[in-house]
């Protein structure tokens, strides 16, 4: 099964990758690395999810949101290589939106690094870092950046 097998089996779709809105790309090619620009946990309607966790957001849902912030990830890594049967994951910078005391940023982000192994397998196993963050932009629940390789 393909990772885009695995997504649509899921019960997921890959979001279309938004143009950036400063200036920045969505991602940069080094030879086979990809660099990931920072994503967030985007609505449907182009929105992010927003809030503290650890105050009025809880660790579920910021959860969901970095899983949701995950397949974003996707999405840039397919436009960067085509498919995502090429990509392997190296390493994950996950930022939480966080009261000062909250303590579980690596539960947070571990939606997002749980949905990486479940699509691609040993390819989405990766070195990581979680931690939380004072405020966000758009004041979103989580951002997250990732670094990927292309592979044959």
């Not at 400063?22 to 927003?50: C, E, M, N, W």
């Not at 390819?123 to 963050?133: C, K, L």
Request: net charge negative; with cysteine; hydrophobic share 40%.
């Amino acid at each position: 099964m393909t990772p885009e097998e695995k997504i649509a089996a899921l019960g997921l779709v890959l979001p279309d990758v938004p143009p950036p809105a400063f200036t920045y790309v969505p991602y940069r090619l080094d030879g086979a690395t990809i660099y990931i620009s920072g994503q967030g946990p985007r609505k449907p309607d182009g929105s992010f999810h927003a809030g503290k966790v650890g105050g009025d957001v809880s660790v579920e849902d910021a959860r969901e949101h970095a899983r949701l912030t995950g397949l974003s990830l996707l999405a840039v890594a397919k436009v960067a290589a085509g498919e995502l049967s090429r990509i392997e994951v190296l390493k994950v910078f996950g930022m939480v939106n966080a009261t000062p005391d909250f303590p579980d940023q690596p539960k947070v982000i571990n939606g997002c690094s749980d949905l990486l192994v479940e699509v691609l397998g040993e390819r989405g196993r990766h070195a990581r870092s979680a931690i939380g963050m004072g405020s966000l932009p758009n004041g979103m629940t989580v951002e997250i950046e990732a670094v990927m390789r292309i592979v044959d």
